[in-house]
């Protein structure tokens, strides 16, 4: 069974940094696909905030976290990383990391872990 744990959340003043990780489990890790982060504020969409892509490891980030936010894997390719810096008041928001599997549908993942608090105050 796939697991996605996040964790690396709390609160920091603006300008400051936070590190995100996903741990993951219960796949082979060549069954990667995409390996996304998410967020959604209260009364807001979800947003997605960057993806990787394993075949080629080529990015995607939002146009909102460019240049601050940065996606990453481990050696394994088993756990991901959100790095953010200059953080922003907007980027308040319960952030996820999800997970689309090779058959699946990138854009659309179907596992996705159970969200960590990102709180950044001014």
């Known amino acids: 069974q796939v697991h996605l744990v996040e964790s690396g959340g709390g609160s920091v003043q603006a300008g400051g940094s936070l590190r995100l990780s996903c741990a993951t489990s219960?796949?082979?890790?060549?069954?990667?696909?995409?390996n996304h982060w998410f967020r959604q504020a209260p009364g807001l969409d979800r947003e997605r905030v960057a993806t990787l892509y394993t075949k080629d490891a080529s990015t995607y980030y939002a146009d909102s976290v460019k240049g601050r936010f940065t996606i990453s894997q481990d050696n394994a390719k088993m756990t991901l990383y959100l790095q953010m810096n200059s953080l922003k008041p907007e980027d308040t928001a319960m952030y996820y990391c999800a997970l689309s599997l090779y058959g699946g549908n990138c854009l659309d993942p179907n596992y996705w872990g159970q969200g960590t608090q990102v709180t950044v105050s001014s």
């Open positions: 219960g796949y082979p890790y060549y069954r990667q696909a995409c």
